[in-house]
Every structure is written in C-alpha cells, then in structure tokens.
C-alpha cells in the first residue's frame, strides 16, 4: 500500500463556567435525518449525536470580502504561526502543529468574546483586521483554500491529494446560546451545535467528541481528548480538525533511499534512510548560514518549505525566525537544478497551547474572574479552560507525477539552469512549513531534530 504525505490535527477549545449552575438539562436528542449547517468541507455527523441548536443560516458561499482583506488576514495568521512557533520551540524533540488550525478555532472562540476579552485576543491571534471582518475574511480564505484542492491536474488521475477542514461545536444540552454566536459560526465557518450533556455524563460526551476527530482524521489521532480534561463544568467545546494527504509532484526514488548518519544538535549522529531526488528542477534559495528548498504537491498550490541551517548555525536561525524572515526566503527562491537528499520522518507532537496562547497576551481568557464571553451566553460566566491541539506528519518516497504542477509553479519565476545540479543534502535538523501558495498562509509547521 502507498504511503503518502499525511498531516493530521485536531484543535479543542473548552469552555467552563467558574461555579455549578443549576439548570434545565434534556435528554440528549436521538440521531435524526437532519443535518448540521454545511462544514467547512466536510458533511460527516458524530454516530449518535443529535442537533442541540443551530443558525437557519447557510454559510456564506460568495462573503463581500475584498482581496486586499482576505490576504490581510492570512498575512496575520502567518504572523501567529511564526509567533507561536517562538513560544513552544524550547520543547525538547521534533514539533508539527498547525497554527492555521488553532488560528481557526480561537477565531470560533473570538466570536463570543466581548470587552478586553476580545482586544486580548485580537492581539494573541496577530489580528490588524477589526472583529467585525475577522470572521467573513477567514470564510473567504477557507473558500479560497479549498478551491485550490480542486486544482489537481487531470493527468494525476487516480493519485493522492486530500485536504479537509472541519469544523464543530458541542454544547450542553439546554443550555441558552445565544443566537448572534450562532449565526456568526454558521455563516462564515459552516459550523452546527452537537447535543451532549456534560453535567451528568462528561465521559459520555469526550467518547464522542473524540470519535469525530478519528472520523475527520481517518483514525490516525485517537483520544486526543484524556479523561479528566471534559467535566460537569464544561459546557461548549469548539473544535477543528485538518486532514493533509497529499503525492509529491516529483516523487523520490524509493530505490534509492538508504541508510545514512544524521547529525544532532548534542554532537552525536543516529542513523535515518535518506530519499534521494536527482536531477529535478525545484524553488530553491542559499542565505546566510541557511538553505531552503520547496517541494511542491499534486495540486499546485500546496508546497512543502524546507528550511535547512547550516551546521552549527540552527539555535540562531531558529530563534530569529519570523513573519518577515519567512517572507524574504520566500521571494528569493529561484528555479535550480537540484540534487535533493532528505530523510523520511514520521512522528506526532501533542501541546496544550494554554501557556502560549496566555504568553502572546490572551491570558484574561483563562481566568474564570476576568473572561468576558457573554457574546456566547448570557446566563453564566464561561472561560476557556483548555486548548488541546495535536499533530502527526509521514513523510516519504512515494506520489504521482503530474506535469501541470510544474507549469504553474514555473510560471511564477523562471531562472536558467545551471550546468550542474546544486547539491542539498539535509543531514543535520532542519525546519519545515506546509503552505497554501496563493495566499501564503502556513497550514502546518515544524522542525525535525532527529527523524
């Protein structure tokens, strides 16, 4: 069986009222025909869940967002992607997350955060976009994105390129949102209201909501949710999922790949297989003390950004790495002639992004005595409890060719190639970014230390 590209996570935001209510509860509705406000890009409803509320509303498929808007706000989230990256970059080993995301779900969030609640989060999320076009501009990115999933060239028929972004809501059944909430996450993110009953039954409710994210991930990310993290106390969960499945357009020669050392940042080497790709026309770029390569996918519009520091220099390039860094990387690639050797990696990160997200300046939404989310509930004061997030990547050999890839790829810059093949062996650890082209936002990001 092939083994594709595949990055998969899944975001969970729980929010909790600081003390025990005392309200109606239902029963939770049994499964019906009808279904939740069209998803981002997936129509998929939990086994045996029903509809606790939702907005008459579709989501808006054509939102008055001007272009100059739309592309302000990827920039903001590639900000947040390289500012969040700062934040969880002292943890030890490999990292794969997803800023776009958790960009994403907080934006869910943001919709009922109201006062200094809502400024605090405007300024953790790097937004220069006001509130109230926060939301219709992230719907047209998310239009635009999956548009470009559609771009697969007729000649790849039959080879691998998914890309599905989902996304859901779990309230607690009687409990009174507000209808404003629920208009906005109807309209501009596709998203319906589950019914569960966290007040008598929490364990019930992390069981389903953990296996709609085994359903929107293809069973590849199992109990995210840990017991204990869903109590009597929550009552909403906004959640994201994002599923990457995507051929190389210029595949590896899987006869190739052989064993070979792999430097670490200690000194030491620890042995990987190492692809080889030889003789390929790739966007590549040498700086101070760096080297990047793009390695584009089926669908033209999806690249993968490796950024390789010199021996010696990655603890410098690392903590200098920023929105502007990636832009001028970015505008310096060049079509070469490429030898390529890479390793093939595989692995998953799981973060609590709480302490990031409070460090970049939302921490007022953690504090049960400071939130103010009454744009999503009048009758109690909630707060986000948790942000769970959780990621794995696979990468190796093996994809389809298809050659109107290369075409629009080349169409943005051309350059001569040179006599001979420039040689990147990436041996040592290195950086990686998951990027929608046309707009520039970062889908997933990570390092590797040791594949």
């Known amino acids: 069986m092939k083994k594709f590209f595949a990055g998969l996570l899944f975001l969970t935001v729980l929010i909790s009222n600081g003390c025990r209510p005392v309200i109606d509860t239902k029963t939770p509705v049994p499964p019906t025909e009808e279904a939740p406000v069209e998803e981002a890009t997936s129509t998929k409803q939990p086994a045996e869940e029903g509809i606790l509320a939702k907005s008459d509303l579709a989501r808006e498929t054509n939102p008055q967002v001007s272009e100059e808007q739309r592309q302000k706000l990827a920039d903001d989230t590639s900000k947040f992607a390289a500012a969040f990256y700062q934040q969880i970059r002292q943890k030890e080993g490999n990292i794969i997350y997803s800023p776009f995301s958790i960009s994403l779900a907080l934006s869910m969030t943001l919709a009922g955060a109201e006062s200094t609640t809502e400024q605090a989060m405007m300024e953790a999320l790097q937004y220069s976009l006001p509130e109230s076009q926060v939301h219709q501009a992230f719907n047209a990115l998310l239009l635009a994105i999956e548009a470009s999933e559609q771009e697969k060239p007729e000649e790849s028929e039959g080879s691998e390129f998914q890309l599905n972004i989902a996304n859901s809501i779990w309230g607690q059944s009687g409990f009174p949102f507000m209808s404003d909430f629920l208009d906005v996450l109807a309209k501009h993110y596709g998203a319906g209201m589950y019914n569960v009953d966290y007040i008598t039954n929490p364990e019930s409710a992390r069981e389903l909501i953990n296996q709609w994210i085994e359903d929107e991930t293809e069973d590849k990310i199992q109990d995210l949710i840990p017991p204990g993290a869903i109590t009597e106390l929550t009552r909403l969960v906004l959640a994201n999922a994002i599923y990457f499945n995507g051929s190389w ?7 190739a790949t052989h064993p070979v050392p792999f430097q670490l940042l200690d000194g030491t080497e620890a042995t990987v297989d190492m692809m080889k790709l030889s003789g390929e026309s790739l966007a590549y770029t040498a700086g101070d003390a760096f080297q990047a390569v793009q390695l584009p996918y089926l669908s033209p519009d999806f690249v993968m950004t490796v950024l390789v520091p010199d021996e010696g220099a990655f603890d410098d390039f690392e903590a200098a790495l920023d929105t502007e860094k990636i832009k001028e990387i970015s505008a310096n690639l060049m079509w070469q002639l490429l030898n390529l050797e890479m390793p ?49 990547i696979t990468v190796d050999e093996e994809g389809t060719e298809a050659a109107a890839a290369t075409v629009v790829i080349m169409r943005a810059k051309s350059a001569p190639e040179p006599e001979e093949p420039i040689s990147l062996v990436i041996d040592r650890p290195f950086l990686f970014m998951i990027q929608h082209q046309p707009t520039g936002t970062i889908l997933f990001m990570g390092r590797v230390l040791e594949p």
Request: overall charge negative.
């Open 344 to 392: 093939k990696f595989d692995f998953e990160t799981s973060t609590n992004a709480k302490d990031p997200l409070a460090a970049l300046g939302m921490a007022e939404a953690f504090q049960s005595d400071a939130a103010d989310f009454s744009g999503i509930t009048d009758v109690e004061d909630l707060f986000i409890s948790d942000v769970l997030h959780k990621a794995t």
């Open 249 to 255: 357009r210029f595949p590896f020669d899987e006869g």
